[in-house]
């Protein structure tokens, strides 16, 4: 009875009846393997290809009456279509509050501070809040990490997903239903018939996670912003979650940005990383470079003091992790300077004066770091 | 009285668990009171043990009785029946009817260091004065010594004697789970529960907290009972390791030959579905399918049959017993890979 209900395999192919929303962007044909080997082409370049995305400069405050907690201080990044960015970072790290800025949903009191957030042609920073509200869950749209407090718990499954189409797309009640059943068999819910008229406490912590993802892909976005999706699951569940992401980006080449701290699960769904440290991207690169070619100490630090499933122990001989000293960042603690340079092993004199301002070191590889080369600039903008 | 702990290395394991079992009533209201409809059973029939110095691991999900085992052993839940035995002491009939002597001193040799180092600190005491409490309740010593005793414990663990009168909400995470370790050295202990100790640190300060554990275990030749559900932080901490599924032991041994060779399905699907830090090798095997059930749902036959590539009709009839396989090396599986 059980194994009736385990996750059954996507569909080989979209279903054939033609849905009202397609959209050349998302619910076109598979790309073809031609249109494939060129997205893994140019993804390091992201110039090179269409930018959906541009984050310029983006800054986020607390603001106060004396000097601003500057939480999140000049990132800039891009993504393509097509493309997966990771941003991986801990806690503190401003990963969060950079991805709910593009959506304008900034927690009070942060508020965006500069910057530009340049989407498909038009700066968000400077939309209305009318317009803002058209644009979210339809051409952007949102996976949360906790699937038990993103869902509403005194609604149905199929009463949650419909109201998103009733705000968005002007459907016939038959349609909007056929919708939503379509797409919760594509994200692998068996008997979508019967889950629509479920509550969310009557499925599984994975199950709810299927049903988000759903809900996020219901308006064909352009742009999934994906916030710890797999956090909260077990790892046999997160596999499963991760599985199911990868099939999505292959079949729409969907666009997304996944924000997680797991270097583990970056390095499975991205095709380039941004990493975060205190508020700022220290560096930036293809999925491969950051893990095979690490230029920044702190992506080194990080990614030396995993310890890792498939390495064998060896404590016996004395062996101990490498570790990155102090506690993590701080949003409190801003001198000038590198914002890593309390903790950092390479750091030198001028790292506490001088900010380091991003240094393309390779192609589609840039990093922030004086003992990289960077040129130092004020921190205040 | 307990005598103070003769050499280790004479004696059998320091920690011995036979087929412990907790099981929860299911009870629906009835006329005038509950009825008891049925019972879940958290932790079924688990058995291990753990030997003076070493360090053995209970890996699982969430749900599968690894929290609930080890509670069970320090009493912090009941156990339903089975039995546990520390250095040949009898602990479950200690706690449950020894006297206040034979219970504190049981509790000298076994400590705890809880999972979140944000609810296991009282907010409102300051740090000597949690770190005292362990110090008065098993009277270690003058009380005038405390103040010298928390100083030298803040030292073990890596923290300056001039943190005592601060309060926990001035410490970082990683901070806070030094001092919940400092709390439980407190008495001198030989064996640590440590319930995932680091799941909520940042990754740079796990870093730190594990190597904090292997330094003790060196220096203070501790034994610990890890619970994790991170492998990878398993693999550098322990020698042997028990891997839990749906309250059941179904693999246990050699924490090398387990990662490297497991022989249940079931281990094998939780080590692939760990995502490891390299875009070239993140082309994984295909992930198990489905979920795993609902205590309250256990399948007949093996725990694992409903999920299982590898199921033979035996499998949906008969639990699997946990059976040797090398001299370090025990599965529970009808048709081990």
């Known amino acids: 009875m059980h194994q009736a209900n385990l996750s059954p395999p996507i569909p080989d192919s979209l279903p054939t009846t033609p849905s009202p929303l397609t959209s050349p962007g998302l619910r076109g044909a598979p790309p073809s393997a031609d249109e494939r080997a060129q997205a893994n082409d140019v993804i390091p370049v992201s110039d090179a290809t269409e930018t959906l995305v541009h984050v310029d400069n983006l800054r986020i405050h607390f603001p106060s009456r004396r000097s601003p907690t500057r939480i999140v201080e000049g990132i800039s990044y891009s993504v393509a279509r097509g493309e997966t960015l990771g941003i991986v970072g801990e806690s503190g790290s401003g990963k969060t509050l950079s991805s709910l800025a593009i959506l304008r949903l900034l927690p009070r009191p942060a508020q965006i501070a500069g910057g530009r957030i340049v989407f498909e042609g038009e700066d968000l920073a400077g939309k209305s809040d009318e317009d803002m509200r058209r644009l979210r869950g339809k051409r952007i749209a949102m996976v949360f990490q906790n699937p038990g407090f993103s869902l509403h718990p005194l609604m149905t499954i199929g009463a949650q997903l419909s109201e998103i189409l009733a705000v968005h797309e002007n459907l016939a009640r038959k349609d909007a239903h056929a919708r939503i059943e379509e797409l919760l068999q594509l994200v692998g819910i068996s008997d979508p018939g019967t889950r629509i008229r479920q509550y969310p406490h009557e499925l599984s912590g994975g199950m709810k996670q299927r049903v988000c993802i759903a809900r996020a892909l219901l308006c064909n976005p352009s742009l999934v912003l994906a916030d710890e999706p797999t956090t909260s699951l077990d790892v046999t569940i997160q596999a499963q979650i991760l599985e199911l992401f990868e099939e999505l980006k292959a079949r729409f080449r969907m666009s997304m940005i996944f924000v997680t701290h797991d270097m583990g699960v970056v390095a499975r769904i991205a095709d380039r990383i941004a990493v975060m440290y205190a508020g700022q991207i220290c560096e930036t690169a293809d999925a491969e470079t950051i893990f095979s070619n690490p230029q920044h100490p702190y992506t080194r630090a990080l990614l030396g003091s995993t310890p890792r499933v498939d390495q064998r122990s060896t404590r016996a001989s004395g062996f101990r992790l490498p570790t990155i000293g102090g506690s993590g960042p701080t949003i409190l603690h801003q001198g000038d300077g590198c914002r890593f340079a309390a903790r950092c092993p390479e750091a030198a004199p001028e790292c506490t004066r001088l900010a380091p301002l991003p240094l393309t070191v390779r192609p589609g590889h840039s990093v922030q770091c004086l003992k990289r080369g960077s040129i130092g600039g004020a921190n205040h903008a | 009285m307990l005598e103070p702990v003769p050499s280790e290395a004479s004696l059998g394991p ?51 009785g690894k929290t609930t085992t080890a509670r069970s052993i320090l009493n912090l839940v009941d156990p339903t029946s089975g039995e546990i035995q520390y250095q040949g002491r009898d602990v479950v009939r200690t706690f449950a009817t020894g006297a206040r002597g034979d219970v504190l001193a049981l509790r000298r040799q076994m400590q705890y260091v809880f999972q979140d180092p944000y609810l296991s600190l009282n907010p409102r005491w300051s740090i000597r004065q949690i770190l005292r409490e362990p110090l008065r309740i098993h009277q270690r010593g003058e009380s005038s010594s405390w103040d010298d005793q928390i100083e030298q414990l803040l030292a073990r663990v890596g923290l300056p004697g001039s943190y005592a009168d601060r309060y926990p909400h001035e410490f970082s995470g990683g901070q806070r789970q030094r001092i919940g370790i400092a709390r439980a050295l407190a008495v001198d202990p030989r064996l640590l529960i440590c319930d995932e100790p680091v799941s909520s640190l940042d990754v740079s300060v796990r870093a730190q907290v594990l190597n904090l554990l292997a330094d003790l275990q060196d220096q203070l030749s501790l034994s610990y009972l890890y619970i994790s559900h991170d492998l990878g932080s398993v693999r550098f901490l322990s020698r042997r390791v028990a891997v839990m599924y749906l309250g059941t032991i179904v693999e246990i041994g050699d924490v090398d030959a387990i990662f490297d060779r497991p022989r249940h399905h079931y281990t094998a699907a939780l080590l692939s579905a760990i995502p490891v830090a390299d875009p070239r090798r993140s082309a994984m095997a295909k992930s198990v399918r489905g979920e795993a ?26 639990v699997p017993a946990l059976m040797q396989d090398d001299p370090d090396h025990k599965v529970a599986c009808h048709n081990p890979r």
């Open chain 2, 293 to 318: 059930p609902s205590v309250t749902e256990r399948p007949r036959g093996c725990p694992f049959h409903t999920r299982c590539p590898a199921a033979r009709p035996i499998c949906r009839d008969e």
């Open chain 2, 14 to 64: 320091l920690l011995t668990v036979r087929n412990l079992s907790k099981s929860y009533p299911v009870t629906r209201s009835g006329l005038l009171r509950k009825k008891v409809v049925g019972t879940i059973d958290a932790v079924r029939d688990v058995s291990f043990s753990v030997d003076a110095g070493e360090t053995l691991s209970i890996v699982g999900e969430s749900g599968c």
